[in-house]
Each structure stands twice: as C-alpha cells, then as structure tokens.
C-alpha cells in the first residue's frame, strides 16, 4: 500500500501529523509506525548500554568541533559504552568516528529527510526511521547518558527531550552533559530565567552539566551512569531461529 509520498522522504511525519486521513489508511500510518519500531527494536537490542551524542550536521571536518566530537566520543568507548548517533555527517559523523577510531562500537538511528541526513560511513549498526518520535525512542531507550555537542534545532529538540523524560522521572536520572562552554551559556541564562520566572524548579537547573573539560565529563558519567545504576554490560543472547547476531 503506497502513502503517495515515496518521492519525498522528508514528508512521512507531515502525512501523519496533517489531520484526519481514511480510516484505512490511518491503519498503515500506525502499522508503518509500529513496523519501524519492531525493525529498530531488533537492530538495536545487541548493541549493549549507550550513550547518545546530539550534534549539529553542519560542522564539517575543518571545524574544531568536530575534532572534538571525536575526542568525546573516544573517551566514551573508555568508559564501555557504545555511542548512538543520529547517523548523520557533522558532529555526529565526528562522534561515530571517533568510537570506530577507538575500538568501540559505533551505532545510530538515522532519520529520513531531503537534506543533511544521509548515514554517516562509521557506523557498525543503524536503522534509518521514518519518523522523528520513533527515532527519538530508538536514542532514549538504549542510553544511560547523553552529551549534546553544539548545534541547532535538532539538538535541542533531542536535548529537551531528554531533559522533559528526566524532569517528569519518565526515565531514570541519567546524566545530560553540554559540551561547549561559550556555546552553551546562553542557554545557562534562559533556565535561570525560567527559574526566576517560576516555569522550572531549581533542581532542575541541576539535571545537566555544562563544560569544556572532558575529564569533568566524563568523571560525571561515570559516578551518574555507571556507579549510580551498577551498570554492566548486559549481553542478551541471539537465537538462530530468528536470524539474530550480536554486534561486534
């Protein structure tokens, strides 16, 4: 059954969000949808505990961010976790690399757009989604931290989400570190704004850190990630019968 849409792969998330469709065809959006999630559920599930870098697609090689989206990204591998991605180029090519470059395993939840948005060539494992919510589950559900390098929208439509999912305790307390002091500081000031204004908690200020030295960072993932939930490496076993293998 066609969506009428196969020539713009940006439009899936516009057709499911545009109103009343045929009762009929309401049913293959949420198939469609539901089949995304099974295809993503099974990539994923040998891909061992992550923590996900958000990070603009427009930083390109010769950009100082993207050496250091590398360098985060090495210093995860250290701490035994796989890094996700959006799939993307830019900063999340940068963090996939530099997993790859440091013997560890490097996976993503591409996204279907007509622009910025094709995988990346360091990726052992990724599934490309249709839609930005199943995309989001898919980063959210196998992580236990998350580090936001600079970026623009898309980064901080992940971001909050993340922050939201932790605030209203939809997710456990897992760390959120922005790294990039000048580039996130205004952001310092909008939250203290919204404190002032009595939209946030101040607890809530306390959900992320903000910093330029990667060992702070990572000193925080660790005692926030892995200290804090006894995190080991959990290694569900394939089975044959289904065609599964684990992620090397």
Request: one cysteine or more; aromatic letters at 10%.
């Given at each position: 059954?066609?969506?009428?849409?196969?020539?713009?792969?940006?439009?899936?998330?516009?057709?499911?969000?545009?109103?009343?469709?045929?009762?009929?065809?309401?049913?293959?959006?949420?198939?469609?949808?539901?089949?995304?999630?099974?295809?993503?559920?099974?990539?994923?599930?040998?891909?061992?505990?992550?923590?996900?870098?958000?990070?603009?697609?427009?930083?390109?090689?010769?950009?100082?961010?993207?050496?250091?989206?590398?360098d985060v990204a090495a210093r995860v591998v250290g701490l035994g976790f796989t890094v996700m991605t959006?799939?993307?180029?830019?900063?999340?090519?940068?963090?996939?690399?530099?997993?790859?470059?440091?013997?560890?395993?490097?996976?993503?939840?591409?996204?279907?757009?007509?622009?910025?948005?094709?995988?990346?060539?360091?990726?052992?494992?990724?599934?490309?989604?249709?839609?930005?919510?199943?995309?989001?589950?898919?980063?959210?559900?196998?992580?236990?931290?998350?580090?936001?390098?600079?970026?623009?929208?898309?980064?901080?439509?992940?971001?909050?989400?993340?922050?939201?999912?932790?605030?209203?305790?939809?997710?456990?307390?897992?760390?959120?570190?922005?790294?990039?002091?000048?580039?996130?500081?205004?952001?310092?000031?909008?939250?203290?704004?919204?404190?002032a204004e009595g939209t946030i908690s101040a607890p809530d200020l306390n959900l992320l850190l903000i910093?330029?030295?990667?060992?702070?960072?990572?000193?925080?993932?660790?005692?926030?990630?892995?200290?804090?939930?006894?995190?080991?490496?959990?290694?569900?076993?394939?089975?044959?019968?289904?065609?599964?293998?684990?992620?090397?």
């Amino acid at each position: 059954m066609s969506d009428g849409q196969t020539g713009n792969p940006g439009q899936h998330d516009r057709v499911l969000l545009e109103g009343p469709h045929s009762r009929k065809r309401e049913l293959w959006l949420v198939l469609r949808a539901l089949r995304d999630f099974i295809v993503g559920f099974r990539a994923l599930h040998f891909v061992g505990p992550c923590v996900t870098i958000f990070g603009s697609a427009r930083f390109g090689e010769s950009h100082p961010y993207y050496a250091l989206g590398r360098d985060v990204a090495a210093r995860v591998v250290g701490l035994g976790f796989t890094v996700m991605t959006g799939g993307g180029p830019g900063l999340m090519e940068a963090a996939n690399r530099g997993a790859r470059e440091a013997g560890g395993r490097s996976v993503a939840c591409n996204i279907q757009l007509p622009f910025e948005q094709a995988p990346n060539p360091y990726l052992d494992t990724w599934v490309t989604c249709r839609h930005f919510f199943v995309r989001k589950v898919l980063l959210f559900k196998y992580s236990y931290a998350f580090i936001a390098l600079p970026g623009g929208m898309g980064t901080l439509d992940e971001l909050f989400e993340a922050l939201t999912l932790i605030q209203t305790r939809k997710i456990e307390s897992f760390p959120v570190v922005l790294i990039g002091r000048a580039y996130w500081e205004p952001l310092r000031g909008l939250l203290q704004h919204l404190l002032a204004e009595g939209t946030i908690s101040a607890p809530d200020l306390n959900l992320l850190l903000i910093t330029d030295n990667l060992d702070e960072a990572m000193a925080h993932i660790s005692a926030n990630a892995v200290k804090a939930f006894g995190l080991k490496r959990r290694s569900p076993r394939p089975t044959g019968l289904l065609g599964e293998r684990a992620v090397s």
